[in-house]
C-alpha cells in the first residue's frame, strides 16, 4: 500500500520518485523497517476504520510553503475531501502539518489537532518517527471518536 | 607452566570470551537502518500512505492500485480546512 506520488506541480519529483514503485522495492529505498511499515500500516487502517474518516500520511518534502502544499495535497487524497484528514510530515524541513476537511474538523476540533501535533513534534525531536506518527494518529482517532451507525466490522 | 602458556590462558582465554560476546551483541544490529536524527537531510523519496479500503465503506475499493497524484485535481474541499502545525 505504499504509494509513490507524482509531484506534478513541485520540484520533488525526482527520478526515483517514479509512480511505478511497489511494495518490493520498499525494503531499499523506504526509511522504515518492515515492522515499523507494517506498524504504520495498521495505526492508519484501523484509526480510519474506527472513526469512518479517511486517515492519509505524507512523508516527504512540503516545500517552501507548507501549509498550503499540505491543503493541496489534502484535496487530492482520494475519496471525500471533507472526510479526510492528511497528517503530512516533513523531516527534513523538521515540520507536521495536520490538515482536516470541513466535516472530519467537527469531530476533530483544531485544538485536538494542536494536541496530537505536540505529543508527535516530542516523538519526533527525540527521533522517534514512527512512534510519534502512531501515537499521533490514535490521538486524533480518539478524539474523533466512533459514529454512531458505523459498522466496522 | 611457560610463559607463553600463561599469556594464553590468563589473556587468550578472557579475550576470546569477549570477542565472542561483542560479536554475538553487534552483529545481529548491523542490519537495522540509520534511526533517524532531528536535523538530518532527509533523502527519501515522498511517500504517500492511505488506509487500505474496507470494500463497502469507501468508494476506493476496487481502484486501490492506482498511485494517487499531487498536483492540480478537480477534486477539492468544499468547506474551511482545519488542522494544526508543528515544528521541532
Known sequence: ?153 | MSTVETILVFAGIPLAIILLFAALTLLPGRARKARYKPGQQWEYPPVWWEPHPTGSAHDGGHGGAHALTAGHSTATSAGPLGGARGTW
Do not use: K, W
Open chain 1, 1 to 153: 500500500m505504499t504509494r509513490t506520488i507524482e509531484a506534478t506541480s513541485h520540484d520533488t519529483a525526482t527520478e526515483t520518485t517514479a509512480a511505478a514503485r511497489t511494495d518490493q522495492t520498499e525494503g531499499q529505498d523506504s526509511p522504515f523497517t518492515l515492522p515499523e511499515l507494517s506498524r504504520l500500516d495498521e495505526a492508519l487502517t484501523m484509526s480510519s476504520r474506527e472513526t469512518g474518516l479517511r486517515f492519509t500520511l505524507y512523508l516527504g518534502d512540503l516545500g517552501a510553503r507548507t501549509r498550503s502544499r499540505a491543503e493541496e495535497l489534502h484535496g487530492t487524497s482520494g475519496g471525500d475531501p471533507s472526510e479526510a484528514v492528511l497528517l503530512a510530515v516533513s523531516p527534513g524541513q523538521r515540520v507536521v502539518e495536520v490538515v482536516t476537511g470541513h466535516a472530519a474538523a467537527r469531530r476533530l476540533p483544531d485544538r485536538a489537532c494542536a494536541l496530537a501535533v505536540l505529543s508527535m513534534t516530542n516523538s519526533f525531536a527525540s527521533g522517534d518517527l514512527v512512534g510519534g506518527i502512531v501515537n499521533g494518529l490514535r490521538q486524533l482517532s480518539d478524539q474523533a471518536g466512533h459514529p454512531r451507525g458505523l459498522h466496522t466490522h
